[in-house]
């Protein structure tokens, strides 16, 4: 099994392009979640989704919108890139077993770094 | 107030040092996760937690529940595990998922 990969590994974007970024799981999980890291910050959920066809806002997802047509691919899309989202993205999913707290554990993507010039 | 502070933030130590890190977190809790991000960027699993204690390897995690308190033990440290470390907490009240920032563990060979 793959897990969970991420695609691109790098971008640079001008100010004000889009781009979409897909992550892509095997494992079957209901769950997805969309991070950012920022330098002296923990990570930061942008959007998540508990199933194929939903989603929902995080802590910081302005300037961001996301699709989950396929309950495998979870897409996070920036329409005007600003220079506030050089971050490095992370993708993670979860299984979601209510009873069992292994039922929670997040498996990550190896990451997106993205600047924004 | 952060909801999850850990500390230290950075540790530095000798290979073969017991290591300890810790991790407070203020909210009422389902699940707790402790992962380690490699210098690469890399994040991996360690241990999720909901009570007592797990082993694996050399890490060792404990939680207490009444104390809102978890820790991450390393025993016969290793260069090789130089990372980041991160605690996170799932509230027990809205599902949010809470990261700590982090502690930076440097061990020197």
């Known amino acids: 099994n793959a897990g969970v990969t991420q695609t691109p590994k790098f971008r640079v974007l001008k100010t004000g392009q889009s781009m979409t970024l897909l992550c892509a799981q095997d494992m079957n999980h209901e769950y997805m979640y969309w991070y950012r890291q920022d330098p002296g910050m923990g990570l930061r959920l942008i959007h998540y989704s508990v199933g194929e066809g939903t989603t929902a806002k995080g802590e910081v997802p302005d300037g961001y919108n996301v699709s989950r047509l396929k309950k495998q691919n979870f897409l996070l899309g920036l329409e005007s890139a600003a220079p506030s989202q050089t971050s490095v993205y992370f993708c993670a999913s979860s299984y979601e077993i209510g009873w069992s707290s292994e039922g929670y554990e997040q498996y990550f993507g190896p990451g997106t770094r993205l600047t924004v010039t | 107030k952060n909801e999850v502070e850990q500390s230290p933030q950075n540790l530095t130590a000798q290979e073969g040092e017991f290591i300890t890190i810790n991790c407070s977190y203020s909210v009422g809790i389902s699940a707790l996760h402790w992962l380690q991000q490699h210098p690469g960027g890399g994040i991996v699993s360690l241990f999720m937690?909901?009570?007592g204690k797990k082993k694996h390897g050399r890490l060792i995690a404990t939680i207490n529940i009444q104390e809102k308190h978890s820790s991450l033990h390393i025993t016969a440290s290793h260069p090789r595990d130089s990372a980041v470390y991160i605690c996170?907490?799932?509230?027990?009240?809205?599902?949010?998922?809470?990261f700590g920032k982090g502690t930076r563990l440097h061990i020197l060979p």
């Open positions: 996170a907490v799932r509230s027990d009240r809205d599902d949010k998922i809470i």
């Open positions: 937690l909901s009570s």
